[in-house]
């Protein structure tokens, strides 16, 4: 029996640490807006605890009152910064390929705003049918149940929340800050070292060997 809930597999990915590695970015981003605040900012522990929404992490350095317009100008200077620096998660491209060898649609829903979420993913050369920013945990739940998401992958232990939330086999990828026990006790179903174990583990799924099982 296969995870799919129709005739067209749909698979969705996270961005940042599952198909994306801004790290690099993203601490010269939150770097410079520390220079530009005079407020020290951590950019290393910043990276540390990717996953959730810019403006959840920025209320831990800046004022509530300033948060919206903290979060404005680091987009900003993302887009300055962290762009250019942008890679994808080794086995990225492969994962996508896997998913479209099955003639599936593919989407992205992410924490980061839907217009750098596509600008990274045009950088890192992968394409997304749907582009869904700015959710996490249960936000991300609503946009998967929204396009019918039959399985989605992510590092994070609220990918895992999200995918529950929204109906979808919830696969965890150890390869951002989540172990693989955290990831499973979020509700990972199945659980991968590496994204390089996706396509493998999407093809024995496709030919029904394998569902909605228990973690791996």
Known sequence: MTPWRGSTPVVGFDLDLTLLDARA??????AALSSESGVPVDADLVVSRLGPLLETELAQWFPAA??????????????????????????????????RRIAGRVVVVTAKSTALAHASLTRIGIAADVVEGARFAT??????????????????????????????????????????????????????????????WLASAAAGRTGRGPAA
């Open 25 to 30: 970015g993203i601490r010269a981003t939150m």
């Open 66 to 99: 300033e948060v919206p317009s903290r979060a404005a100008r680091y987009r900003e200077l993302y887009a300055v910064h962290a762009l250019p620096a942008s890679l994808p998660m080794p086995g990225a491209a492969e994962a996508v390929a896997a998913v």
């Open 139 to 200: 936000g991300k739940g609503a946009a998967l149940l929204a396009h019918r998401v039959d399985v989605y992958v992510g590092d994070h232990t609220g990918d895992m929340v999200g995918a529950r939330e929204g109906g979808a086999l919830a696969v965890g990828v150890a390869t951002g800050p989540c172990s693989a026990a955290d990831l499973r006790a979020a509700g990972a179903q199945v659980v991968l070292g590496r994204l390089a174990e996706f396509p493998p």
